[in-house]
């Protein structure tokens, strides 16, 4: 089934970014409204699938019990608003490692799609960076850039592919997937 899979980048996107990286759980803070935007896709009948670049791992900067203790305060946290992540896929190579699975390559989704038994084919893809974009292009999923983290910045530069939809937050690119999917908008009782 594609058609309630939803694919989000984690930093920049469901938790603020760091230059430094978001080495260990104290470092890893939601963006507002981030949480009640995946619990509100998940309530829509989204499957949310988490695809992130963690070079932290291979340079040295985090262990992989710490990437394990970021992604139980994210499941943590987001448990308060009654949603659910069903997987996280992650890349833990350095730029120059020269893997496929570190965005733009697609080698995570591949990784996806055959662990979930899924096709990733016109999925929308919600990332900050351009790496994101063009690995979801790529990978002929559906991207869709949000203004946090990276987002405004790649939008200003001019690089952003012709045709790529953008929105404010991870709020309001699921607000807008609700409603062009046939969800009620605004039917969510908190706007947290
Ligand atoms: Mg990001
Ligand atoms: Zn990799």
Request: charged share 20%; proline share 6%; hydrophobic share 40%.
């Amino acid at each position: 089934m594609n058609a309630n899979l939803l694919i989000l980048d984690r930093d920049g996107v469901i938790n603020a970014d760091s230059p430094d990286h978001i080495k260990s759980e104290s470092e890893w803070k939601a963006l507002p409204g981030s949480l009640g935007a995946i619990s509100r896709a998940n309530r829509a009948g989204y499957r949310v699938v988490i695809l992130s670049n963690q070079s932290a791992l291979g340079r040295g900067f985090m262990t992989i019990e710490d990437l394990n203790a970021i992604h139980q305060k994210l499941v943590l946290h987001l448990s308060q608003f009654g949603g659910n992540i069903e997987a996280f896929f992650f890349c833990p190579h350095k730029p120059d490692d020269n893997c496929t699975c570190r965005k733009p390559g697609t080698g995570l989704y591949r990784e996806l799609a055959h662990r979930l038994g899924a096709n990733v084919s016109g999925v929308p893809s919600i990332g900050d960076k351009l790496s994101d974009i063009e690995a979801a292009q790529a990978a002929g999923a559906r991207p869709v850039l949000v203004r946090t983290g990276n987002g405004r910045d790649l939008e200003k530069s001019g690089k952003l592919p012709a045709g790529v939809p953008v929105h404010d937050d991870l709020r309001a690119a699921v607000e807008a997937l609700l409603t062009e999917s046939g969800a009620r908008p605004g039917s969510d009782p908190a706007q947290y």
